[in-house]
């Protein structure tokens, strides 16, 4: 069985923020919705030190999910490849998951009635194809891959031992990590 | 323009607080029935309570996307939420049933162990609503100034003097048809329960904001010297404990009245500070700077070619 993961190489981000786009066209959502921005960390440092990191920010699709633990109608669920999805027929924008999820991922669809969320794309993944925030990014900033696949990508950026997981102390497990300078906090 | 919530708002707050002060009501018909006696709080209390739950849920069903769909919040077990919903749901059952037998017109209305089982049945489901909305807040991990069991504690207390100020309330318009002594020692249980309130308060922004993590410390800044600080200092603390206190310990009905309104004032202004406290997740770094530049309501661009 495959889990699925991202790794953000923010040495590489360069915040042009076509990901964002590529997610809100192919999604089709509405202006003031948005499943992954891109902030700007810094600039930091004196002149001629300065330096400044672009941080992508989406659903880290947690093994430990508290939206999913949280959502009372069941429509928060993470399939056994990791993936976490609305099923959207079944939310009744509750907004349990919205105020649970540390890493605010979840955007309530004020027209539909819904929370909303990114979900890797699942129906690209389940056609063997990348999600379309991977496919977008011209300086390969985020990989995407099975991390129970030795050979893979993100199996071998992860077991290298440089990256990060935000917010890890609260143990929800993120499956999406960060490869980010030394000199960077977050 | 109109505001989007994108998080819980006011009507999330206002129904922790019928809820609570419903649950509260219970849990001390309840404990007097089953330890003191029948009769001991007013007819109009006893039947307040449950319908305070009752407009409590009615408010969270509004607060929905989907409120025509609610019900789908009973189905899942694992969620607090489902658990809060189901125990509301028989609070409600039981304090209503349980307030028939404060009328003659019923012919259960003399069967004691009925009435004892209730009481029970009271004390145990009005205990988890008055209790709940303070798990359910402490539970997340991401919220740094709900997060730990303190605010579970906070909720239960004010529950519970909300509950006493409520009952004290219904008795000055509907008094006890037998016996008034417990109920008139209500204020003075109100009062110890409101400066133990006053104390856990001092002690929970005082941890949050030097014992805590670094988000929890920023957190707590609102309350201390931010938005929030002159609706908590002034709103709350002030003219929602304190003076209900004093007023509390005075001999004169009226003003013991007036400290009553005054505690369930100060409930509803705690929730609604709580509830927005916790608007504040512990933020990425440039986070904050991004999404202030995000519409927040109904923006003219967001439409214009619509048009």
Known sequence: MARYAMVMDTRRCVGCHSCTVACRVHNELPLDMIYNPVVTVGPTGVFPNVRMTNLPLICMHCDNSPCVDACPTGASQQRPDGIVFVEEKKCISCKACVMACPYGARVPNHEKGTIQKCNFCMDRVDEGKLPHCVKTCHQKARIFGDMDDPTSEVYKLVNNGYPVRLLGELNTEPYVFYIVDSEVKL | MSQKHDVWGWMLAVDFFFAGMGGGMLVIVGLLDLFVGEGRTSLLGNVLGPVFIGIGSSLLILELGRPFQALRVFVNPKAILTAGAWFMSFAITFGLVYATFGLDMFFWSSWVF??????????????????????????????????????????????????????????????????????????????????????????????????????????????????????????????????????????????????????????????????????????????????????????????????
């Open chain 2, 114 to 307: 009925a009435r004892k089982v209730l009481a029970a049945l009271c004390f145990i489901t009005g205990l988890v609503v008055a209790t709940y909305p303070g798990i359910l807040l402490g539970r997340h991990k991401g919220r740094p100034f709900w997060h730990g069991p303190g605010i579970m504690i906070l909720f239960l207390l004010s529950s519970l003097v909300t509950g006493f100020a409520a009952h004290s309330l219904a008795g000055f318009v509907f008094p006890p048809s037998t016996l008034t002594d417990v109920l008139g020692m209500f204020p003075k249980f109100t009062a110890g329960l409101l400066a133990f309130q006053l104390l856990l308060w001092f002690g929970y922004i005082w941890v949050k904001k030097s014992g805590g993590t670094t988000s929890e410390s920023i957190a707590t800044q609102r309350w201390i010297n931010g938005d929030l600080s002159s609706s908590f200092q002034y709103g709350f603390l002030l003219f929602g404990t304190l003076a209900p206190l004093v007023l509390s310990l005075s001999s004169s009905p009226s003003l013991q009245a007036v400290g009553a309104a005054l505690v369930l004032l100060g409930g509803a202004l705690m929730r609604m500070l709580v509830v927005r406290g916790g608007e504040d997740r512990t933020w990425f770094p440039g986070e904050q700077k991004y999404r202030s530049r995000l519409p927040k309501g109904n923006e003219a661009f967001l439409k214009a070619w619509n048009k």
